[in-house]
């Protein structure tokens, strides 16, 4: 573990130095203050410090998976390309401490750009709007923490398994389009394909099809979000709580990592 965490901060290190990364937490942060500081900056008093941060949900489920995926895709095939991962792991640092390490220093450079966006964004709205919603704030910040965490986690597994930096780049921009673009419009195809092919009920979605709708873990976050909003984490049907959100969430941080890893452990480094 020792060696895990001394990886994790030279990793930290690292990905601090890294201006693209901060021009899109930059990015996050002006756009969730001007979210919830226009509003009241308008008079509009109908639009509430609450229900602003409801729309800076939506602009989160855009924009953190992208600071998940810029900071940690080429983590280990960056080293692997210059040749310094053969020199760490003649050292005593294992394969293992090494996936470990990177998916602790990346995720805790996440965790710190989303603590910095929500506390500007606190800030701004608490001294506009003359509240601060502090439930709001709280689960906006866990969810957002959980949902940066889940992308670093698919970064980070995708460069522990491919042996380039281009490869890591296309298969972590493949996750990102079909993921949070397009993942709608696949579920709306597959459903009706089913009902012309008479699988499925028109005007009836299955649970199965309800299920995989929070699949990706940007579909999880908003529901995962009103959730811990409004202490309801349990309500209704399971394939619809908050809690399943979180339970999928928190899988996409730890699985791609453990499966990059198990192709990791035998690969040739070359």
Same mark, same amino acid.
């Given at each position: 573990?020792?060696?895990?965490?001394?990886?994790?901060?030279?990793?930290?290190?690292?990905?601090?130095?890294?201006?693209?990364?901060?021009?899109?937490?930059?990015?996050?942060?002006?756009?969730?203050?001007?979210?919830?500081?226009?509003?009241?900056?308008?008079?509009?008093?109908?639009?509430? @410090?609450?229900?602003?941060?409801?729309?800076?949900?939506?602009?989160?489920?855009?924009?953190?998976?992208?600071?998940?995926?810029?900071?940690?895709?080429?983590?280990?095939?960056?080293?692997?390309?210059?040749?310094?991962?053969?020199?760490?792991?003649?050292?005593?640092?294992?394969?293992?401490?090494?996936?470990?390490?990177?998916?602790?220093?990346?995720?805790?450079?996440?965790?710190?750009?989303?603590?910095?966006?929500?506390?500007?964004?606190?800030?701004?709205?608490?001294?506009?709007?003359?509240?601060?919603?502090?439930?709001?704030?709280?689960?906006?910040?866990?969810?957002?923490?959980?949902?940066?965490?889940?992308?670093?986690?698919?970064?980070?597994?995708?460069?522990?398994?491919?042996?380039?930096?281009?490869?890591?780049?296309?298969?972590?921009?493949? @996750?990102?389009?079909?993921?949070?673009?397009?993942?709608?419009?696949?579920?709306?195809?597959?459903?009706?394909?089913?009902?012309?092919?008479?699988?499925?009920?028109?005007?009836?979605?299955?649970?199965?099809?309800?299920?995989?709708?929070?699949?990706?873990?940007?579909?999880?976050?908003?529901?995962?979000?009103?959730?811990?909003?409004?202490?309801?984490?349990?309500?209704g049907s399971l394939v619809t709580s908050a809690a399943l959100?979180?339970?999928?969430?928190?899988?996409?941080?730890?699985?791609?990592?453990?499966?990059?890893?198990?192709? @990791?452990?035998?690969?040739?480094?070359?």
């Amino acid at each position: 573990m020792s060696h895990a965490l001394t990886i994790a901060r030279k990793d930290v290190a690292d990905a601090v130095r890294s201006l693209a990364l901060w021009a899109v937490v930059g990015l996050f942060a002006l756009l969730t203050a001007v979210v919830v500081g226009l509003p009241a900056l308008l008079g509009d008093d109908a639009f509430t @410090f609450r229900e602003a941060i409801g729309a800076v949900v939506q602009i989160a489920g855009l924009i953190v998976p992208l600071v998940g995926l810029l900071i940690a895709y080429h983590s280990i095939t960056a080293e692997r390309e210059s040749g310094s991962l053969r020199v760490l792991l003649s050292l005593p640092p294992s394969r293992r401490a090494i996936v470990a390490g990177k998916l602790l220093g990346r995720g805790a450079v996440v965790v710190l750009a989303g603590v910095v966006a929500v506390l500007l964004m606190s800030v701004v709205g608490g001294l506009l709007h003359g509240t601060l919603p502090v439930g709001s704030v709280l689960a906006l910040g866990g969810s957002v923490t959980l949902l940066g965490l889940s992308f670093v986690g698919v970064a980070i597994g995708v460069s522990a398994a491919v042996s380039t930096r281009g490869r890591a780049m296309a298969v972590t921009v493949g @996750f990102y389009t079909v993921a949070v673009l397009f993942w709608n419009l696949l579920l709306q195809a597959v459903q009706f394909a089913g009902v012309r092919l008479g699988v499925l009920t028109a005007g009836a979605t299955p649970v199965w099809l309800r299920a995989l709708s929070v699949l990706p873990p940007n579909k999880a976050f908003p529901r995962a979000f009103s959730g811990l909003q409004e202490g309801t984490l349990v309500g209704g049907s399971l394939v619809t709580s908050a809690a399943l959100a979180l339970v999928v969430m928190v899988a996409w941080v730890v699985l791609p990592p453990v499966l990059g890893y198990l192709r @990791f452990r035998s690969a040739d480094l070359g």
